[in-house]
């Protein structure tokens, strides 16, 4: 399976927008609709790619159709609820985030919580995963490049945590000329950097090691869309009191806004009182 996707012509999706609590079909299962799919894989090999890759994996098709027609209709009932953020010369786009898609669209997080996923990413990455603790927005988030310029300069996804945080990008909606460009083995100075670049296509995944993968999303352009779903996975879900404060101011002017941040910390924090 080729790790470029340079030539791919991805065809609009057309699906009518619609409130994200109500659904015109029953959501499909998670966990057989990821095992009808991972069970026709040689996740042997996967793996192998994966730790040669420096914990690098694309694969163009992955989900079930049922799920990624789920997922769509769940993005675009979800528009009204986009937090937009502009950050001059890093990133410009939008965002919701897994508190919003807790009440919305309950199947995203069935999704991220499927034994069936969680186990398949383990073979893959030789980690013992966890989800993310529930007070952390990223957890799983929908990020969405809807406006000329909408984009993300290049970073690395940064784990807070005491142990590593791997991500999952899966592709939802493509509607657009946006691109992954990425730079493998940047931390890995016996190896030389591996650029890259690919057009996610719905139901595509993306997974790979959030400090060790180099990447930006390329300029949305006019009258575009791209709507792309994460999940973070954790080996230790601990994180320093310091380390939260900036991972929560992070989250707040660069994602989600200030009152989901911490409307929830505060709502924790009455949980516990």
Not at 8 to 34: G, H, K, Q, W
Not at 199 to 206: A, E, N, Y
Not at 208 to 215: A, E, I, V
């Amino acid at each position: 399976m080729s790790m470029h996707a340079e030539d791919d012509v991805i065809a609009p999706i057309s699906v009518e927008r619609s409130p994200a609590s109500l659904t015109a079909t029953a959501a499909p299962n998670a966990d057989r609709a990821v095992a009808s799919r991972t069970r026709t894989f040689d996740t042997s090999r996967l793996s192998k790619d994966f730790a040669e890759q420096g914990a690098f994996l694309y694969l163009q098709d992955f989900l079930a159709p049922e799920v990624t027609a789920q997922l769509v209709q769940s993005a675009r009932g979800l528009l009204d609820e986009v937090n937009r953020n502009y950050l001059p010369g890093h990133k410009q786009g939008g965002s919701v985030s897994r508190h919003t898609i807790d009440r919305l669209a309950p199947f995203i997080a069935e999704l991220y919580r499927s034994k069936e996923l969680i186990g398949w990413l383990e073979q893959l990455s030789g980690d013992k995963l966890q989800v993310s603790p529930a007070d952390d927005p990223h957890a799983y988030a929908l990020y969405y490049y809807t406006r000329a310029g909408d984009h993300i300069g290049w970073h690395y996804d940064t784990s807070y945590y005491d142990g590593r945080r791997y991500t999952l990008l899966l592709g939802v909606i493509d509607e657009s000329s946006c691109r992954l460009d990425y730079e493998l083995h940047t931390r890995n100075p016996d190896v030389p950097d591996q650029p890259g670049s690919v057009q996610i296509p719905p139901g595509g995944l993306v997974f790979f090691d959030g400090d060790k993968l180099r990447h930006r999303i390329t300029p949305a352009g006019e009258n575009q869309m791209r709507v792309s779903l994460t999940f973070e996975y954790v080996t230790d879900p601990n994180m320093r009191p310091w380390r939260r404060f900036i991972s929560n101011m992070k989250d707040a002017i660069a994602y989600f806004g200030f009152r989901q941040v911490f409307r929830q910390m505060t709502k924790r924090g009455k949980d516990h009182a």
